[in-house]
Antibody, heavy 118, light 113 residues
């Protein structure tokens, strides 16, 4: 059974960079796409971007200038960096396996709340 | 890319059927078959119910079904049960300049009366 676990700081200061890692267990990170999705408190889901094990990926156009998603196949992990954060970036951040083609998320992490505050 | 439009809330009595709509611009949902639906209970991660418009992953109840007509995708829940009370989201991905762009719907809160 594939499991995903997000890790990283729960509190980030405004203008700094948010960094999260998703560790995949129970399966290889190769041959799949992997995505980051976030959900501000009390609001809906927002797609952030995806990456393939080769390093190929794409981002939400509204976040593209601030987002970097990378993959480390040796550790079975992929990571998210979001720069110049503001309070609007406060959200629960989920990592998920992106089943392509089909473009659906079949395995999710439990989510981690990141608060942007000084 | 704007979010797909869903009704904010839908309610129904136990045993009834309800349908949640997901409407996008004609350039996206209408011309693509990669629509998926997710159920999210409070404090939990979303769970996929439907993918590729109408396919169900193994383990998902047959009470959940999906369809698409024109620019509107729909999720129908038959035989509504108490545990179906949750938030539901549609999602759609499309190709733009050889890369995929994905968008979620605005979300629908389902209440079981």
């Amino acid at each position: 059974q594939v499991q995903l676990q997000e890790s990283g700081p729960g509190l980030v200061k405004p203008s700094e960079t948010l960094s999260l890692t998703c560790t995949v267990s129970g399966g290889s990170i190769s041959s799949y796409y992997w995505s980051w999705i976030r959900q501000p408190p009390g609001k809906g889901l927002e797609w952030i971007g995806y990456i393939y094990h080769s390093g190929y990926g794409n981002y939400n156009p509204s976040l593209k200038s601030r987002v970097t998603i990378s993959v480390d196949t040796s550790k079975n992990q992929f990571s998210l960096k979001l720069s110049s954060v503001t309070a609007a970036d406060t959200a629960v951040y989920y990592c998920a396996r992106d089943h392509f083609p089909g473009s659906y998320y079949d395995y999710w992490g439990q989510g981690t709340l990141v608060t942007v505050s000084s | 890319q704007s979010a797909l439009t869903q009704p904010a809330s839908v309610s129904g009595s136990r045993g009834q059927s309800i349908t949640i709509s997901c409407t996008g611009a004609s350039s996206d949902v209408g011309g693509y078959d990669y629509v998926s639906w997710y159920q999210q209970h409070p404090g939990k991660a979303p769970k996929v119910l439907i993918y590729e418009v109408s396919d169900r992953p193994s383990g998902v109840s047959h009470r959940f079904s999906g369809s698409k007509s024109g620019i509107t995708a729909s999720l129908t829940i038959s035989g509504l049960q108490a545990e179906d009370e949750a938030d539901y989201y549609c999602s759609y991905c499309f190709s733009k300049r050889s890369s995929r762009i994905c968008v979620f719907g605005t979300g629908t809160k389902v209440t079981v009366l």
